[in-house]
């Protein structure tokens, strides 16, 4: 490490002053080559009038690089990068989605009563998804939210919900050379091959295609369509159900719902950028990659932390059979360029998510269950075929169980883990606490904006954990 570059990168940190952070020595900037400047330090020092400010917000610290839980989330990561290409309607009876699951359940802290987030015993059925509470909206249905795969209109503008995906096979980052140079913030030398047909979400290749570009809140502005084309109910405390005179527009409608979105994503990535920059600094899972490979083969000169890394993962089959395919440990990579130029923890995708969700959650009764509503839409709870171009319906025993509420909590994750656990730049308690810092997000937003409304309500919210929690005005701002 070049103690010169780290003392000027901790100054800028401690002092918050912008010409700090313009001093701050990055390797080789002005070199046509370099594309290593950081991702937004400075967002780590804004904050906002309107709901709570970014070091008002609260998250457990991140989980050490020593660790059993880093380790589980580490074999985890390679066994999404072996199974990216696997369709999700095809892995109850995919081998090496067997073999991960296998490999998860021998897991120390899987198997652990510290364990609140990894769905345990792990099955086909159940890997990669989220958990915020046992059986919660995030392990019924298809892997795929109902919001990213029913079709909508944008205005006039027909929406089908098919993307641009990456062509399969495509991994990068397991060439030590090419690794060290990303790392040190050259352009990479690969670059992604687009498939030309179009598809929907149907594999975790698919979700990373997605989350590389995508505008971050996108995801939950296309849901709000959705709700909106169904005829979702609103929340049963908005105070227009029993008007016979007027309807909500620019306050509790339309307008609002759709308004309401991309405004709480610029607060939920200033409290993301806080915790990122200030208070946790956690490396990616490519590094923690590195330390494997360090690890495993005694490189010189060796890592301090190579030595601290924990059992499992060494001893784990997944980066075992990582190996077997790739010719090294370290840990494959969905984007050519790895993770973008901040800390991990937590996930910019997951706080935006959990901010956009729960102004969803504000607006609509996520406790309606949704597929009465897409049937009268003349749809059904559908699912991706194996090659993505066409959706079937789903016929599990738990189809009508589904509820908005569920959906929307599936919809924080299929993004975050796109992001995530199918690209591999970000590790599953990333995204799992930035879910819940984004929800922190937008109630404490939602409290101060309801003063501002004119209309008395009480609107109540089921949060990620399945409790519930109020907003309430009494009328006249």
Same mark, same amino acid.
């Given at each position: 490490?070049?103690?010169?570059?780290?003392?000027?990168?901790?100054?800028?940190?401690?002092?918050?002053?912008?010409?700090?952070?313009?001093?701050?020595?990055?390797?080789?900037?002005?070199?046509?080559?370099?594309?290593?400047?950081?991702?937004?330090?400075?967002?780590?020092?804004?904050?906002?009038?309107?709901?709570?400010?970014?070091?008002?917000?609260?998250?457990?610290?991140?989980?050490?690089?020593?660790?059993?839980?880093a380790a589980a989330e580490g074999v985890e990561h390679y066994w999404g990068a072996l199974i990216r290409d696997v369709p999700f309607i095809q892995c109850d009876t995919d081998s090496t989605v067997a073999q991960a699951c296998a490999d998860m359940n021998n897991l120390s802290f899987v198997k652990s009563a510290a364990n609140n987030s990894i769905p345990y015993p792990v099955t086909p059925a159940n890997l990669f998804r989220g958990q915020v509470y046992a059986g919660d909206g995030n392990i019924q249905g298809p892997y795929v939210s109902q919001l990213m795969l029913q079709p909508t209109f944008f205005g006039a503008q027909a929406m089908r919900q098919l993307l641009q995906d990456f062509l399969p096979g495509q991994d990068f980052l397991t060439d030590p050379a090419e690794y060290l140079r990303v790392q040190n913030g050259q352009v990479p030398a690969a670059s992604l091959a687009f498939d030309p047909t179009f598809r929907y979400l149907h594999r975790g290749r698919s979700l990373a295609a997605y989350t590389h570009v995508d505008a971050l809140h996108q995801a939950y502005f296309t849901a709000a369509l959705v709700l909106l084309s169904i005829g979702a109910p609103l929340n049963p405390g908005n105070p227009y159900i029993s008007s016979k005179s007027q309807h909500g527009f620019g306050t509790l409608g339309g307008p609002d719902v759709l308004g309401t979105i991309p405004e709480m994503a610029t607060r939920a990535l200033k409290a993301a950028w806080f915790h990122k920059w200030i208070v946790n600094l956690r490396p990616r899972p490519e590094e923690y990659g590195g330390l494997v490979l360090a690890n495993l083969t005694n490189l010189q000169p060796?890592?301090?932390?190579?030595?601290?890394?924990?059992?499992?993962?060494?001893?784990?089959?997944?980066?075992?059979?990582?190996?077997?395919?790739?010719?090294?440990?370290?840990?494959?990579?969905?984007?050519?360029?790895?993770?973008?130029?901040?800390?991990?923890? /937590?996930?910019?995708?997951?706080?935006?998510?959990?901010?956009?969700?729960?102004?969803?959650?504000?607006?609509?009764?996520?406790?309606?269950?949704?597929?009465?509503?897409?049937?009268?839409?003349?749809?059904?709870?559908?699912? /991706?075929?194996?090659?993505?171009?066409?959706?079937?319906?789903y016929t599990g025993a738990d189809r009508d169980n589904l509820t908005i509420n569920g959906e929307l909590s599936k919809l924080g994750y299929n993004v975050t883990f796109g992001h995530g656990i199918h690209a591999g730049i970000h590790f599953r308690s990333s995204s799992h606490y930035a879910l819940l810092l984004g929800e922190q997000v937008g109630m404490g937003v939602l409290r101060d904006r309801a003063r501002g409304y004119n209309e008395p309500f009480y609107v109540t919210i089921t949060k990620f954990d399945g409790t519930t929690a109020a907003i309430r005005n009494p009328g006249k701002p």
């Open positions: 490490m070049n103690q010169t570059s780290w003392a000027s990168f901790i100054k800028a940190l401690t002092s918050g002053a912008f010409s700090d952070s313009q001093n701050i020595i990055v390797g080789s900037p002005g070199s046509p080559n370099f594309t290593g400047t950081l991702n937004g330090p400075m967002a780590a020092f804004a904050f906002d009038l309107e709901g709570l400010d970014s070091h008002a917000t609260a998250i457990p610290p991140a989980p050490s690089i020593s660790s059993a839980q060796f890592p301090q932390a190579a030595v601290t890394i924990h059992p499992d993962i060494v001893n784990s089959a997944g980066v075992t059979t990582s190996y077997s395919k790739f010719g090294s440990y370290l840990l494959p990579q969905a984007f050519p360029e790895g993770a973008p130029a901040h800390p991990c923890y /937590p996930a910019g995708h997951g706080t935006v998510g959990g901010a956009c969700i729960a102004a969803l959650k504000f607006f609509f009764d996520g406790n309606q269950p949704i597929r009465p509503l897409l049937l009268a839409a003349g749809s059904d709870v559908m699912q /991706p075929n194996a090659d993505g171009t066409q959706l079937a319906p």
